[in-house]
């Protein structure tokens, strides 16, 4: 049986600053400390370098998953993450992408997260802390861990 794992999308598969430079100035003034409040922001995110290819290799030795947490203010964000993943990953991610408050009810044995908020510092498996540590070269350094 495969191990599970799981891995969060903002500052890990997406570069969140990707969609920020593509907004105008009114719509970051407006949605100042809040960005990731904007209407579609989620759509305009490109993949971080090494992600796609990463989640492709990854998902061949692991029951992978996409865990992500989607802005309660930011009704869009939902619908574009999953249009995001649809893009990006095509059908390796089919029916892959779980959007939880709580990461630490889903069980598995690895979660790759840049952070340790909603959950990912309950979580029961091995937190892997994306770009700090051990992981701050980033993808490079995660497959080095995870791949045999």
């Known amino acids: 049986?495969?191990?599970?794992?799981?891995?969060?999308?903002?500052?890990?598969l997406v570069d969140f600053q990707s969609g920020i430079d593509q907004l105008d100035e009114e719509t970051r003034e407006r949605y100042a400390?809040?960005?990731?409040?904007?209407p579609g922001i989620f759509a305009l995110m490109a993949p971080n370098p090494g992600a796609i290819?990463?989640?492709h290799?990854?998902?061949t030795i692991y029951d992978t998953y996409i865990l992500s947490t989607a802005p309660w203010e930011n009704p869009s964000a939902w619908s574009d993450k999953?249009?995001?993943?649809?893009r990006h990953l095509g059908e390796v991610a089919h029916k892959r992408l779980i959007?939880?408050?709580n990461k630490h009810l889903n069980h598995g044995d690895f979660l790759v997260d840049d952070r340790t908020k909603?959950?990912?510092?309950?979580f029961e498996g091995t937190h892997i802390?994306?770009?700090?540590?051990?992981?701050e070269n980033g993808w490079p350094a995660v497959l080095e861990y995870l791949l045999p």
């Open 57 to 59: 290799q990854l998902s």
């Open 33 to 38: 400390d809040r960005l990731d409040e904007v």
């Open 53 to 55: 290819e990463a989640y």
């Open 1 to 12: 049986m495969k191990k599970v794992l799981y891995i969060d999308m903002d500052n890990v």
């Open 129 to 135: 802390h994306f770009g700090c540590g051990e992981f």
């Open 118 to 122: 909603n959950g990912v510092d309950k």
């Open 99 to 101: 959007l939880s408050h």
């Open 82 to 86: 999953l249009q995001w993943v649809k």
